[in-house]
């Protein structure tokens, strides 16, 4: 079971921390208070009961992929950071989806409502930020 809450931390993290980029790119770099609130409150959504919990079984010492790779080092413009940044986000609220089904259904659905409003939201956004670059 402390596998499965490491990777539900880890992947919190991940969720919360993407969807933090996007935000503070639509919030600082295009003032965009609309989208900057919307996707504040996802992040806010991405939440756990079980805090302390989760805190106990980091162990980011051990991390078998701690080392970033080329591509997670390598941004060219603002838009590819948005793109691995909803990437990254989406990715994480899939797994949290299908590993919070082991423990509560409410919890797994509200992980697949965020992934589909930030699929929702990278439709409008990167059309919107692809024409600016």
């Known amino acids: ?75 060219t413009d603002l838009y590819s950071i948005l793109i691995a940044n909803f990437k990254r986000a989406q990715e994480s609220a899939r797994v949290l989806e299908e590993f919070t089904k082991l423990t509560s259904i409410k919890d797994s659905e509200n992980f697949k409502y965020i992934r589909y409003e930030l699929y929702n939201l990278e439709i409008v956004l990167t059309k919107i930020t692809s024409n600016s670059k």
């Open 1 to 75: 079971m402390n596998n499965t809450l490491r990777l539900i931390d880890a992947n919190l993290n991940r969720l919360r921390e993407g969807i933090r980029v996007i935000e503070d790119i639509f919030r600082y770099m295009y003032n965009d208070k609309e989208t900057a609130l919307k996707l504040k409150s996802l992040r806010h959504l991405a939440r756990l009961d079980n805090y302390i919990e989760l805190l106990e079984t980091r162990d980011v010492k051990n991390d078998v992929l701690r080392s970033s790779i080329k591509s997670e080092q390598n941004r």
